[in-house]
């Protein structure tokens, strides 16, 4: 079909597995990379509000539960993970353990520190806050365009941490995931819950002071074996494919402020790495819209220093990680999780 040009790889709004079960964003190409001389094509480096490419911002866009790559096996549903297509938990927030994945509209935040080395094996840690809209469908995508959230709500977290020790070994490090029942069921049902009343940018890590009632309380905690790391948001595009300067009109929130989305187009420039797209606006300098297939899309909001955003002085702060006994490991057997799950007893 010939070399993708600089509007496709945006996507859109997602809700199933099928073509025209997505809402491509409207594109129109403004030059391309013969026209846009390289000195002045935007960064492609993240903001660093601090040092050490600290950055925090706010995202909003769709997604699919659980991720998994493409592949050609028809048997596994064109999957890695062999997980179908379930239309009948579509529209339902269910726990990340379903055998069947399911598609929403997205909202969130993203911390990131490079800790004292910020190079691409420079370790440090990365907090996703990420909060799953439903009913999903047609339903979702209306309110997820007028930047409304969803009656019905999945909080999840994942906290990504390598250390420098791990980083010099090329161990990626390893993930605590951490599912938020208690915000996710509300007051356990006795009551309706706006998400409006919710602190969904900064998802409290258990142990948590306040009652399970008020909800704060548990978490379930995972220990994974990170098969990815922490993304060097500096450097990762350097080498990246420009693919040309884009018009299109920013879904789901006003990019690089806060607010309802606006319908006053950006121009933007867009680079491609492997399946990873990124557009920069030529406005702000500032990454704009994020897309990947199988790997959510997400325009990008607020940009904040992380330590501002969510100071310690705040349920101690976005760096305090779960209790080691509040967390498992899955594998029962993973190296790199043995710091973060309860001390292992072996009689001889």
Request: hydrophobic content about 35%; proline content about 9%.
């Amino acid at each position: 079909m010939g070399e993708c040009n600089a509007c496709e790889g945006m996507a859109g709004f997602y809700w199933g597995d099928m073509p025209d079960f997505t809402d491509p964003i409207a594109c129109e190409i403004v030059g391309t990379p013969d026209d846009i001389p390289v000195a002045e094509r935007m960064p492609t480096t993240f903001p660093s509000l601090g040092a050490n490419g600290k950055f925090a911002v706010e995202m909003r866009g769709s997604d699919r539960w659980p991720r998994a790559s493409p592949s050609g096996d028809a048997a596994c549903n064109f999957t890695t993970d062999c997980s179908p297509y379930n239309a009948s938990q579509e529209g339902k927030p269910n726990p990340p353990t379903v055998w069947g994945h399911w598609y929403a509209g997205i909202h969130g935040a993203l911390f990131l520190d490079h800790s004292a080395n910020n190079t691409q094996y420079g370790g440090g840690l990365l907090r996703h806050e990420t909060v799953y809209e439903f009913p999903g469908g047609e339903e979702g995508r209306d309110r997820s365009a007028r930047g409304e959230f969803s009656q019905n709500n999945m909080h999840l977290t994942e906290i990504h941490v390598q250390t420098q020790e791990m980083a010099d070994a090329a161990d990626p490090g390893i993930m605590l995931n951490l599912v938020h029942m208690n915000w996710t069921d509300g007051f356990r049902g006795r009551t309706f819950v706006d998400e409006n009343s919710l602190d969904w940018r900064r998802l409290p890590t258990p142990p948590h002071n306040t009652p399970v009632d008020t909800l704060g309380g548990d978490a379930l905690c995972v220990c994974v074996p990170d098969p990815a790391g922490i993304p060097w948001f500096d450097g990762a595009y350097s080498n990246s494919t420009y693919k040309g300067r884009v018009k299109f009109v920013v879904p789901w929130q006003q990019t690089g402020e806060f607010g309802p989305p606006s319908k006053e187009p950006i121009i933007a420039d867009h680079y491609v790495k492997w399946t990873f797209h990124l557009f920069v606006n030529v406005a702000t300098k500032k990454p704009a819209l994020f897309a990947s297939p199988f790997g959510g899309i997400a325009s990008y909001g607020n940009w904040s220093n992380p330590d501002e955003l969510w100071p310690e002085s705040y349920n101690s702060g976005w760096r305090t990680l779960p209790d080691r006994e509040v967390c498992f490991d899955p594998t029962g057997s993973a190296a790199s999780c043995k710091d973060y799950i309860p001390p292992q007893v072996l009689t001889v």
